[in-house]
């Protein structure tokens, strides 16, 4: 070996090591990277440490309970493919709670089993609420099999993916359209459900292939049948904010407050000859602050091989009449009023019994309609174009 080839060879080998030691610090650099410790809390248990997969969480309902999670210390994982929620409502999270492991959010589809599967993979979940899913009676009726698709099929691939994956908590949101239009009021859980759109269809399909697992597993499960969910955050940090397309399927709340801002000219109020004290519809209004504290509850009590499932309303029914004046109330505004024939399918009264939520979850709503109007008119006036 000559001169110049042991040369060559020591440069080489100098090369090398240089090499080996940037991609060491290289490693050392992403090993600490918060975003690689953030992967890695998300992906392991931690002892003391909830972490909640919250499907739909960019949603209106989804969004404020993933404020409450984080609130209380859980770790949260929303899934959203935001066809209908908001990236402005997850962005309000990530900037009141940036910590490393707190929240993340993952943009995927729930109907994608392979994504689905691989979110699954990739975190060590404990719990999942699972809020993700089209909901407006009125499209469904138009749309049925994408409300079949979206609810029934998508939740059969999240509890499969959840008993591959060993997650044992599910908390499901349900709804009063899964009882259809019953002869007595108020709705007790044991109301048999005989739902008469597809959206309710849908849901009672989907909370029984729940039910079925359950028998076969030691799945805590708790369903959660809402009534009318109204209201935002009281800090006014979150809003409820649809796609502007969705306005015409939309609920009262949207519609009353649209009309106090001038962006549509009144309201039309649909049937004023229903065997009611006013002759309007009758329903039950639940604030969402309300709403979600039912859900921290049901988590907080669910047990293995358990099933809880529990209306989450009021009990108490207000009539078309009543929500506009107490939306008059809390807007400041004289909404101008159209009286107009009744819509099909629209059934005159339903309201809950809450007792049974009160006595083993130890739950009730603390707020009333006009206060849920007031606190979400705050956040809708500041808000024109919701997040945007
Ligand atoms: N709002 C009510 O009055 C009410 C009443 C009873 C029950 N619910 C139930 O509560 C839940 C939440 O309703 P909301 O009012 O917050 O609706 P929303 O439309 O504001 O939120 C639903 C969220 O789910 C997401 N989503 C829909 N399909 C998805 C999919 N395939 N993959 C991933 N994400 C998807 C949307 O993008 C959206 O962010 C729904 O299950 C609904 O049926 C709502």
Redesign the pocket.
């Known amino acids: 070996m000559d001169f110049v080839e042991l040369k060559r060879r020591s440069s080489t080998s100098r090369r090398l090591l240089l090499l080996a030691g940037i991609a060491a610090i290289c490693l050392f650099i992403f090993r600490n990277s918060s975003s690689f410790s953030t992967s890695v809390k998300f992906s392991q248990h931690e002892p003391g440490v909830t972490h909640v997969l919250v499907?739909?969480?960019?949603?209106?309902?989804?969004?404020h309970a993933s404020l409450r999670l984080l609130k209380d210390s859980y770790r949260v994982t929303i899934?959203?493919?935001?066809?209908?929620?908001?990236m402005g409502s997850v962005k309000v999270l990530q900037e009141l709670f940036p910590e490393p492991g707190r929240l993340q959010f993952i943009y995927?589809?729930?109907?994608d089993a392979a994504a689905v599967n691989k979110i699954f993979s990739q975190n060590a979940f404990d719990a999942v609420m699972?809020?993700?899913?089209?909901?407006y009676v009125g499209e469904s009726t138009q749309e049925p099999l994408r409300y079949y698709h979206?609810?029934t099929s998508?939740t059969l691939l999240l509890v499969k993916a959840m008993a591959a994956h060993g997650v044992k908590t599910l908390i499901y949101?349900?709804?009063?359209?899964t009882y259809g239009e019953p002869e007595k009021m108020p709705i007790t859980e044991v109301t048999p459900q005989s739902p008469i759109n597809p959206?309710g269809k849908a849901?009672k399909m989907a909370e029984d292939i729940i039910l079925d697992f359950s028998k076969t597993s030691d799945m805590a499960v708790m369903i959660l049948?809402?009534?009318?969910?109204?209201g935002s955050d009281p800090e006014g940090r979150l809003g409820?904010a649809?796609p502007p397309e969705l306005r015409e399927q939309g609920?009262i709340s949207g519609a009353c407050f649209d009309a106090a801002r001038g962006i549509i000219p009144g309201l039309k109020i649909r049937g004023v000859d229903y065997t009611t004290p006013d002759g309007t519809c009758v329903r039950d209004y639940i604030d969402v602050t309300d709403l979600i504290d039912a859900h921290v509850k049901a988590l907080e009590h669910a047990k293995p091989s358990k099933v809880g499932i529990y209306n989450v309303g009021t009990g108490k029914g207000s009539s078309v009449k009543q929500f506009v004046e107490a939306c008059k109330k809390a807007t400041g505004v004289d909404i101008k009023i159209d009286y107009l024939n009744r819509r099909p399918g629209d059934y005159a009264e339903v309201y809950s019994d809450p007792s049974k939520i009160r006595r083993e979850l130890n739950w009730i709503a603390r707020y009333s309609l006009e206060e849920s109007l007031a606190i979400a008119w705050r956040w809708q006036k500041v808000h024109r174009n919701g997040y945007n």
């Open positions: 499907t739909g969480g960019a949603g209106y309902i989804g969004s899934v959203d493919n935001l066809s209908r929620g908001n995927a589809d729930l109907g699972h809020f993700a899913a089209v909901a979206n609810i998508n949101s349900s709804t009063c359209a959206y849901k049948r809402y009534f009318n969910v109204i409820e649809p609920r």
